[in-house]
C-alpha cells in the first residue's frame, strides 16, 4: 500500500507542478484571513525567501522565479482590494497581456524579501501594476517589473466600479511607463503587420 501512495505521489510530482498549486493554495488562505485593503491603489507586499528549490546553477534564485512569484503577488494583492470576487462575479478574466523585469542585484539562498505590489493605472482594456523585490536585508530593490494585465469580457472601469461603488479617474501615467505602453502597441502592429493582418483589416 506504501508504496502504491509513493508512486502515485511520484507521477504527481512528475506529471504537475505540484509546489505551484500549493503555493496558490498557501497564498489564498493567507489573503483570506488578512484584513481587506479597500483603496485598490494601495501598495501591498507579500512576504517570500529563497528556497533551495528557486535556486540556478550559480546559487541565486533564477529568473523564471521571479515572473512566478509575481504571479502569487499579482492574486494576493487581488484578493485583499475585491478585485479577484469582483471579477469572477462580473464573469471577467484577467490575463497577463505583457510584462517586463529589470534585475538589479541577485537574492541569494536564505535571502528574505518582500513582494511590494500596486495598480499603476489603467486604460479600456487592461490594468498597468508595478511589483518590486525588495530585499529585507537592506531594503534595496533587487528587481523591478511592469505588468499589463488584460482584462477579458469586462472592462477595468467595470471591475472598478463594482468594488469600489463609483467611478475612479485613472491617475496620471508615469513616463516610464507611457514609454513601455508605447514599446507594446509598436510591438503589437508590427506583429500585425508581419503576418498580413493590417491588410486584411482594411
Keep these: 500500500m506504501m508504496l502504491l501512495v509513493l508512486v502515485a505521489l511520484l507521477l504527481l510530482f512528475c506529471t ?4 505551484y498549486f500549493l503555493r496558490g493554495a498557501q497564498v489564498f488562505i493567507q489573503a483570506w484571513f488578512q484584513p481587506r485593503i479597500w483603496d485598490i491603489l494601495a501598495e ?3 512576504d517570500g525567501m529563497v528556497l533551495p528549490h528557486d535556486l540556478d546553477y550559480m546559487g541565486h534564485m533564477n529568473n ?3 515572473l ?7 492574486f494576493h494583492h487581488y484578493m485583499r482590494n475585491g478585485m479577484f470576487m469582483a ?4 464573469r471577467a478574466k484577467m490575463v497577463v497581456g505583457a510584462s517586463t ?8 539562498f536564505r535571502e528574505a524579501f518582500e513582494i511590494r505590489t500596486k495598480v499603476v493605472g489603467w486604460d479600456e482594456k487592461a490594468f498597468y501594476l508595478e511589483q518590486r523585490f525588495v530585499s529585507k536585508k537592506d531594503g534595496f530593490v533587487s528587481a523591478v517589473m511592469l505588468c499589463r494585465q488584460n482584462v477579458v469580457r469586462c472592462s477595468p472601469e467595470t471591475i472598478i466600479e463594482f468594488v469600489c461603488k463609483k467611478k475612479l479617474e485613472c491617475p496620471e501615467l508615469p513616463e516610464d ?5 508605447g514599446f507594446i502597441s509598436a510591438s ?4 500585425r503587420a508581419e503576418s498580413g493582418l493590417e491588410e486584411k483589416n482594411k
Excluded: N, T
Excluded at 504537475?16 to 509546489?19: F, K, N, Q, R
Design 68 to 74: 512566478r512569484e509575481c504571479d502569487f503577488a499579482r
Design 177 to 181: 511607463l507611457k514609454h513601455w505602453i
Design 64 to 66: 523564471s522565479r521571479y
Design 87 to 90: 471579477s469572477c462575479k462580473l
Design 101 to 108: 523585469i529589470r534585475y538589479r542585484r541577485s537574492l541569494a
Design 16 to 19: 504537475l507542478d505540484v509546489w
Design 44 to 46: 501591498q507586499s507579500i
Design 188 to 191: 503589437s502592429q508590427a506583429l
